[in-house]
């Protein structure tokens, strides 16, 4: 109901699948390893802190004082925003675990925005969140390989349509992609290039620690009061797995941000808005989960960048570690940007991460679009063009079988 940012749930989910054993032994076993995901991350966050010889900071940070007039506090809300912004959802919002869809909800909105309204607004003044909305319905979406192991499936949660989220005008993934190209094609003019470390963070919003997050939330100014809300809004929540159409035993989740809610995306971007002060000398960017290190340079400066980017990286590692947060070195990308007669110059060019050699790549795909060094785009414009005529295709077969345009 908080308007806030937009977060992605599926259109569809798979069709039925038939497992060996009963739907609700599987169910019960997906929980569990989905449930266990936060802990078990940290548990590898910690190994590898152990494996560089480092030991992460019980609170990295301690959190600024504001006067109480500069502190951030809950306003109630008017029930003709309620009714504008449940009517301003879009249809095809996928219900949770109550079943109750926006549809029904907007035809019922007339008598219920006052009901609705009134547990929002004594949600606010008594710091609690409503139980109810704490519940998640996971539907596990089958990336690749054995459909019967968990570790081979996507877990999509579904929260009550009412914690469903909106967008916020000029803040999309386009605003990023615009401002950082438009930072390589600066360097570009100055007859530099750029390196662009896309960092990969392995379940990100499965890790994330309570208390830390909640110091975060305190250092920007968050009241004592709505410190309690929020503390409220993270603990006792739980989930059950979906499988066909046997739902789980719920089980508690006690780290992480709820994904596919209205503030999961939000307080993951609060949880990591120091990781640019980490760095010293690189520029850093960050979108939700994907983040960024951006270094221009001379080609003379190759030697002297190289060292730099590698110091930096160890800064955020270190940082990583201190926040609880996994690297994944193994899809973490370098891209060098540059004029094609400048890139034919650039020397050998390698960074370490976790003890994982990165070389720059061909190609590169960054919210979306995929990047080639010399910013091309021919590379995203083939694709794009081959999803397009496929799509054509299946229309043409499917409405004009007499018009092959395939």
Known sequence: MWKVIRTCIPKKTTGKKSFSNDDKSVANNFNEFFTALGSNTVMKIKSLAKENNYTPSQLPFLPASYTESDQFTFE??????????????????APGIDKVPIRVIKDCLP???????SIINKSLVNNIFPS????????????????????????????????KSGNITWHLTETSLIHS??????????????????????????????????????????????????RSYLSERYQAVRINSTLSEKLPVVSGVPQGSILGPLLFSIYVNDLPSATKTCSSESYVDGAKLLLSFHINDSNAALVELNEDLIRIRNWCFDNLLLLNPGKTKLMVYGSRQILAW?????????????????????????????????NHILSTVSSCKSSLCQINELNTPSIKIC
């Not at 519940?135 to 390989?145: D, F, H, R």
């Not at 019967?148 to 877990?155: C, F, I, K, L, S």
């Open 181 to 230: 190209t438009n930072s390589i094609l600066k360097a570009i003019d100055q007859k530099k290039v750029t390196a662009v470390i896309l960092l990969d963070m392995s379940k990100a919003f499965d890790s994330i620690n309570h208390n830390i997050l909640l110091a975060k939330l305190e250092d920007v100014g968050v009241s004592s009061s709505c410190l309690t809300w929020f």
């Open 111 to 117: 008598v219920i925005a006052p009901w609705i309204t």
């Open 346 to 378: 650039l020397p050998e060019f390698r960074l370490s991460l976790l003890g994982k050699e990165l070389t720059p790549a061909a190609t590169v795909k960054d919210l979306g679009v995929t990047f080639d060094p010399i910013l091309s785009f021919d």
């Open 76 to 93: 109630p809300v008017e029930c003709s925003l309620v009714e504008y912004i449940v009517k301003s959802m879009p249809d095809n919002k």
């Open 132 to 163: 109810a909305w704490k519940i998640a319905e996971v539907i596990p979406i089958l990336k690749e390989g054995d459909h019967e192991q968990a570790n081979n499936n996507r877990p999509i949660s579904l929260l009550p349509v009412l914690n």
